[in-house]
């Protein structure tokens, strides 16, 4: 497998315009996770899907921020409009759950975008 | 909710053994997780702890006590290549998510 596969690497882009990144997690993974790294605020959760389903967005800073999961295979995360403090790294990654307690909790992240907003 | 405190920053020489701590607070517990994140790169798993006690990964260790609310990951026989951010993770009893540290940057001299 390739592991989790994310696009653009690297954005650049202007105040006010829409940005749209994407995710193709781990074939048979079943968890997908949207985060956001900066230096000020490190790694943040913004939501995570459960086969497909959206469990919990309590991390999306605000309602410019949306992510959809279509498939297993696939999922968005829109900003609109962008601002420059959404300037960070983007990782997505996914997971095969595993009854709580048990197995390794590993999570494989993809490579991130690095979204620059001027 | 769940926080977690580990030192920012950590220097060691290459050959040498280094702890990095990890405490918190959480409502609610399953398990400890280590990643490894180098520059400009994502983060990599290296353990992961459910029960108390040492999980060891070759030269890295991993240690949790419920008890005390701690963990700390053990590098041992430095390398220059081991420089880079560490974070501990809580995954919370709310299935799925995982609440990560703010990393420790580990330099390693020679």
């Known amino acids: 497998d390739a592991g989790v596969i994310q696009s653009p690497r690297h954005e650049v882009t202007e105040m006010g315009q829409e940005v749209t990144l994407r995710c193709k997690p781990i074939?048979?993974?079943?968890?997908l996770f949207w985060y956001r790294q900066t230096m000020m605020r490190g790694l943040e959760l913004l939501i995570y899907?459960?086969?497909?389903?959206?469990?919990?967005d309590s991390g999306m800073p605000e309602d410019r921020f949306s992510a959809k999961m279509p498939n297993a295979s696939f999922s968005t995360l829109k900003i609109q409009p962008s601002e420059p403090r959404d300037s960070a790294v983007y990782f997505c990654?996914?997971?095969?759950?595993?009854?709580?307690?048990?197995?390794?909790?590993?999570?494989?992240f993809g490579p991130g975008t690095r979204l620059t907003v001027l | 909710g769940q926080s977690l405190e580990q030192p920012s920053e950590v220097t060691a020489v290459e050959g040498a053994i280094v702890q990095i701590n990890c405490t918190y607070q959480?409502?609610?517990?399953?398990?400890l997780s280590w990643y490894q994140q180098h520059d400009g790169g994502a983060p990599t798993f290296l353990s992961y702890?459910?029960?108390?006690g040492l999980e060891e990964t070759g030269r890295f260790s991993s240690f949790l006590s419920r008890s005390d609310s701690y963990g700390y990951l053990l590098l041992q026989e430095l390398q220059m290549k081991d420089s880079a951010s560490y974070f501990c993770?809580?995954?919370?009893?709310?299935?799925?998510?995982?609440?990560f540290g703010d990393g420790t940057t580990l330099t390693v001299k020679p």
């Open positions: 702890n459910a029960l108390d």
């Open positions: 899907f459960n086969n497909n389903v959206p469990i919990d």
């Open positions: 959480t409502s609610g517990f399953y398990g």
């Open positions: 990654a996914s997971t095969f759950g595993t009854p709580a307690g048990q197995g390794s909790d590993e999570q494989f």
């Open positions: 074939s048979g993974h079943d968890y």
């Open positions: 993770a809580v995954r919370g009893t709310n299935a799925g998510k995982s609440t």
